[in-house]
């Protein structure tokens, strides 16, 4: 299939249902209400799901019982709507459901802004509710990686039994770019009968399932909480991406980026080198888990003076750039948010900073 | 062959203890949910969902197959279930504290959409697992332990009466309140659970059965007196009987 231009939030309905989930639930948020709209024509016409629900906490659990019952769904959000997801999230992660959530990322806190922010990403890869629980986050920088990572996502969902979320901004969300869906990335679901509440007659079985995440036996929540670590310390060995942009050079800095601020930075990457400084980039598209060990490996390259990272907020993934540089160079953020994309000049000038030093 | 029935437990019931105080009426209420969905042979293709309060262990006693909410949240569950699985009968067993505090938004906005479940509100006018505290169903005057003086209705207005503002929303639903706390009784609220989960497996409408409960541990009553309390004080204030049925909406 050739390609067609679309916008990012089109795209992404689309590719959910090109993966084969047609079951959407959402609540209208700016800047991604066009995934509901698209999808509100779209799903009808394929015999799917659409459903706008009174708020983002029911939509947060119409996934979890459409999920329990062992069907593929997914929803979209922005910032604040995530937010009040996150009671929800917690559940459906503690009963180890799948479920795709999106965050197509607008500034905060608060009501904050209409406009592109990655300030959502403690939110994401820290556990935006309560408990010991973990997201795959993945981290797309264009609409046609966005497309392609909510096809994997329900897969993935699957395999672990986890949400995943894909972390996107306003930029990847509004603005259109040539996409394609590749029919390769579309998996069957996956088997759950053996979890899932789908009715013991439909699935031949004399034995309820029970979706729950309520432990009162300090041991036997202690084992849960031990299960669920072990799957997240899975994902960490087995589901790390990242893309390494002009590692192969002497470079003096390393700069870590994800999402649209990746693609200014590879920009200002290409300039510096045109006048004759050598910069790298590490664009983790896993948050979590994150490629630590590929972002020491590259800040420990002997011509490399300095890691900074460049995000759209006030200093945040910046955190896990040091937790995996260990010390070993000095870390420094440059970033902005209100929703201004940081330009390649200003991204050049923060370099040129550091190598004055 | 001998005429008549022997009393026996129903299928939909598991054959252990519960957890409820004695004079609790929440046993009577899942004896009778398990009955009709015995009689009505949908145990296979049921899910239960499970509140957070005194019956949140309800999954322990019933015997198919069963979600668990947070607080509040299950009629939202119930509608990702339905809307995505129509084949399978839901019903959500929630509390005055669940549903008409916490959940009220997600109740509301359920039976409005007319989602095709059913839900069993137990209304005792109290929070009870978490040890005794006001609800929005506590009776003016009634002590609780953060109402140590009564229920003040100038500081916290009047109980809400669930079913009745349920039913007047426009979309067609089944609604109706029956209490359990007699034998008398009780033949009624079995004849509304199974209304209730018949309007469903009909695709007819959403439908609620409101049963007026009883809970001695927090009224700080014997079993006995509180039989008395609901008879006299609840039952005044929560009448039961059809507050709604779908063929009078559809008519006007």
């Known amino acids: ?357 | 062959m001998a005429k008549g029935k022997t009393f026996k437990r129903p299928e939909a019931l598991r054959d252990c203890p519960t957890h409820y105080c004695p004079g609790c009426t929440h046993g009577v209420i899942h004896r009778l949910v398990a009955e009709v969905i015995d009689e009505l042979g949908v145990r296979g293709r049921t899910v239960g969902i499970a509140p957070v309060g005194c019956a949140v262990l309800a999954y322990n006693y019933f015997n198919c197959d069963f979600q668990e909410a947070a607080h509040g949240r299950a009629p939202a569950m119930a509608t990702g279930i339905k809307r995505v699985r129509p084949d399978l009968m839901v019903f959500t067993y929630q509390g005055d504290g669940d549903l008409a505090s916490i959940g009220m938004g997600e109740i509301v906005h359920a039976a409005n959409r007319g989602e095709k479940f059913t839900t069993i509100f137990v209304n005792n006018a109290i929070y009870g697992m978490t040890g005794g505290q006001m609800a929005p169903t506590t009776m003016p005057g009634q002590r609780t332990s953060t109402s140590p003086f009564g229920r003040d209705a100038a500081q916290v207005g009047m109980p809400i009466r669930v079913a009745e503002l349920l039913a007047s929303l426009q979309t067609p639903a089944y609604i109706a309140r029956q209490t359990v706390i007699k034998p008398k009784y009780i033949a009624r609220a079995r004849k509304a659970i199974h209304k209730a989960f018949s309007y469903q497996l009909a695709n007819r409408c959403f439908s609620l059965v409101e049963i007026v409960s009883t809970c001695p541990t927090n009224w700080g009553m014997t079993p006995l007196d509180a039989v008395e309390w609901t008879e006299k004080t609840l039952l005044a204030y929560y009448p039961p009987g059809e507050i709604k049925t779908p063929e009078a909406a559809e008519e006007r």
């Open chain 1, 1 to 357: 299939m050739g390609k067609i231009l679309m916008k990012g939030n089109e795209a992404i309905g689309e590719a959910a249902i090109r993966a084969g989930c047609t079951n959407y639930f959402a609540y209208p948020i700016t800047p991604q209400s066009e995934v509901a709209e698209y999808l509100a024509r779209r799903l009808p016409e394929v015999g799917g799901v659409f459903l706008q629900g009174e708020s983002e906490v029911a939509v947060s659990y119409m996934i979890f019982g459409a999920s329990a019952c062992g069907e593929r769904v997914f929803t979209t959000s922005s910032s604040p709507g995530i937010s009040l997801m996150s009671e929800g999230i917690s559940y459906i992660a503690a009963a180890q459901c799948p479920a795709v959530f999106v965050n197509i990322m607008r500034g905060g806190p608060g009501l904050g802004g209409i406009l592109p922010s990655q300030g959502d990403y403690f939110q994401a890869t820290k556990g935006g509710g309560h408990g010991d629980y973990r997201l795959l986050v993945l981290a797309p920088a264009s609409v046609q990686e966005a497309a392609e990572m909510v096809m994997q996502a329900f897969s993935l969902a699957e395999k672990y039994r986890n949400p995943v979320m894909i972390l996107g901004d306003g930029l990847i969300g509004q603005m259109m770019e040539p996409v394609a869906f590749p029919e390769h990335l579309a998996t069957p679901p996956v088997n759950k009968d053996d979890w899932a509440t789908n009715g013991m007659a439909n699935r031949g079985s004399q034995r309820p399932n029970l979706v729950k995440t309520l432990y009162l036996d300090p041991e036997q929540l202690n084992a849960h909480n031990l299960t669920l670590r072990a799957k997240y310390q899975r994902m960490r060995q087995e589901e790390v991406r990242f893309e390494p942009y002009n590692t192969e050079v002497d470079y003096q800095v390393l700069i870590v980026s994800f999402g649209t601020m990746s693609r200014v930075c590879r920009t200002a990457i290409d300039n510096l080198k045109a006048q004759g400084r050598e910069v790298a980039m590490i664009r983790p598209q896993t948050l979590f888990p994150y490629p630590e060990a590929a972002v020491r490996e590259a800040a420990a390259k002997a011509s490399c003076r300095v890691v900074l990272s460049v995000e759209m907020n006030m200093g945040q993934m910046v955190e896990d750039v040091e937790r995996s540089v260990r010390g070993q160079r000095p870390v420094e953020w440059f970033g902005k948010c209100g929703g201004e994309v940081p330009t390649p000049e200003e991204v050049m000038e923060a370099v040129r900073g550091l190598l004055a030093r």
